[in-house]
């Protein structure tokens, strides 16, 4: 009896201890597999894939608000950078989604979120770099920005945040994703040279403070002596970054249908309608217009910055309301993805940008350009449809500085032996891709061919739109 008792006892203590793990692993504090120094796994010297888009079997709509907010921390992990030692990186190319922003609407007859968007480097979320990024960007000018860049700050500092402004939090996010890529591609791949100029280093970011701002914070941390006179940023008057090949009837039709295919959706959710009404009763505003005021954005700025949500003589928008709508968006998300509307619209929308991506890192492989790295500062509706348009489906929407990293490796066996890795917020994403999917996984190749990368961009991703270039499928006719 006494055996059997401590047999019972070592099996529970073996499932408390399994359990404990899972949740460390749950909650990054500990790593996910062993890692050396160089951060490769032990377990697998060939490829590192860590599959980490879908933390959670079901997908719990506070979680993925939490995942959203991107609350700045010391334990995020990224493989960026990492491939056996005789590869030899070559270019990087980064897109990022600007930090966390004031909202863009406002619920009508209730208080504005308790923001301020003053730079204070004592207080929290904060960054060891943060008082020398307001002191530098204090004195630094524009000399070298777009004429349309030139009049925009180059931090926030409002007492009162302006609608859609960044955040101390979302300057933050980008000092630390600045300091990631450091660490990782200057100080250990050397991948500028100490004297870097304007041909080293490429960047656009849209008209918008937010996109400048974040972009500025991320280079602030990423490039040594950080001078704003050494670098040149562009202005990207489109959204979607077409520049001059915006031209596309297709594209807005495939965008038309998928709107209609989200307000079909909404209607049908009887919940989310009863949500919006009772909403609409607490404010004292009809329904419709709440709805158009589009309170999730609010909503999510008081969550992520632990705020209490609106009230009013009526009542409180509470937490079940809140839930209610992103559980919605979530099954937006999945039908989305069923419907294929938007994969279509992804496809002729972010075209442009990646034969860009294509044009540059081919030049960067024959020798024709030293643009080791480029930054592209943009919004949501830019980095979530290149993920579709390359098939990352499962990956999250694109959170508070999110960002895509393209990266252009050089085999060891010849100099015209060039392999492409593909990461989403840290996370290798490569063989997730529709491009390289149906590569071999088990081979002796740890990447993606970059030849997989061209052809796809130049040719297959027009396939689903039965199309062999960007021209023919932004003219076709709908029948």
């Not at 968007?117 to 004195?139: A, T």
């Not at 009887?270 to 009404?277: A, G, Q, S, V, W």
Request: aromatic share 10%; with cysteine.
């Amino acid at each position: 009896m006494h055996f059997r008792n401590r047999f019972l006892f070592l099996l529970a203590l073996a499932a408390v201890v399994a359990i404990l793990s899972l949740s460390l692993q749950f909650l990054h504090l500990i790593p996910l597999m062993p890692q050396k120094e160089d951060g490769i796994s032990i377990r697998n010297h060939r490829r590192i894939m860590p599959d980490l888009l879908t933390e959670l079997p079901v997908l719990d709509p506070i979680y993925e608000a939490y995942a959203y907010c991107n609350i700045p921390n010391s334990t995020e992990h990224s493989v960026e950078g990492h491939a056996p030692p005789d590869y030899k990186l070559l270019s990087v190319q980064v897109m990022i989604r600007h930090g966390d922003r004031y909202p863009l609407y406002a619920i009508p007859k209730t208080k504005r979120p308790a923001i301020d968007c003053i730079l204070v480097p004592n207080r929290e979320p904060s960054h060891q770099q943060l008082g020398s990024f307001i002191h530098h960007m204090s004195k630094a000018d524009g000399s070298h920005m777009d004429s349309t860049l030139k009049s925009l700050p180059h931090y926030p500092s409002h007492t009162v945040c302006e609608m859609g402004e960044l955040t101390q939090t979302g300057v933050v996010q980008h000092l630390h994703n600045g300091q990631v890529l450091r660490e990782t591609y200057v100080d250990k791949h050397k991948l500028l040279p100490k004297d870097w100029t304007t041909k080293h280093v490429y960047i656009e970011s849209t008209g918008k403070s937010r996109t400048l701002q974040s972009g500025l914070a991320l280079l602030f941390t990423l490039l040594p002596e950080f001078d704003l006179k050494k670098i040149a940023v562009r202005h990207q008057w489109s959204t979607i970054f077409c520049s001059s090949s915006c031209d596309c009837p297709l594209r807005n039709y495939y965008l038309e249908e998928e709107q209609r295919r989200q307000y079909n959706l909404r209607i049908k959710d009887k919940r989310l309608e009863d949500t919006y009404i009772d909403m609409a009763k607490i404010v004292g505003i009809p329904t419709r217009q709440l709805r158009a005021a589009n309170p999730i954005d609010s909503l999510l700025c008081h969550f992520c910055h632990n705020i209490s949500f609106p009230c009013t003589q009526n009542g409180c928008i509470n937490f079940e309301h809140f839930r209610v709508i992103k559980t919605h968006q979530l099954a937006d998300e999945r039908d989305r993805q069923e419907k294929k509307l938007y994969y279509k619209y992804s496809v002729l929308a972010t075209h442009p940008f990646l034969n860009q991506t294509v044009t540059h890192m081919q030049q960067i492989a024959q020798g024709k350009s030293e643009g080791v790295f480029a930054l592209y500062s943009a919004h949501d509706v830019t980095v979530s449809p290149v993920l579709n348009a390359m098939g990352l489906t499962e990956a999250r929407f694109p959170r508070f500085a999110a960002r895509i990293v393209f990266e252009l490796w050089q085999g060891p066996n010849s100099s015209t032996e060039h392999f492409i890795r593909i990461l989403y917020n840290g996370d290798d994403v490569t063989f997730q891709t529709s491009f390289c999917q149906s590569h071999n996984r088990w081979s002796n190749l740890p990447m993606c061919p970059f030849k997989h990368f061209v052809n796809f961009v130049q040719k297959d991703m027009f396939s689903i739109l039965n199309s062999t270039n960007y021209y023919d499928a932004c003219h076709r006719r709908i029948y």
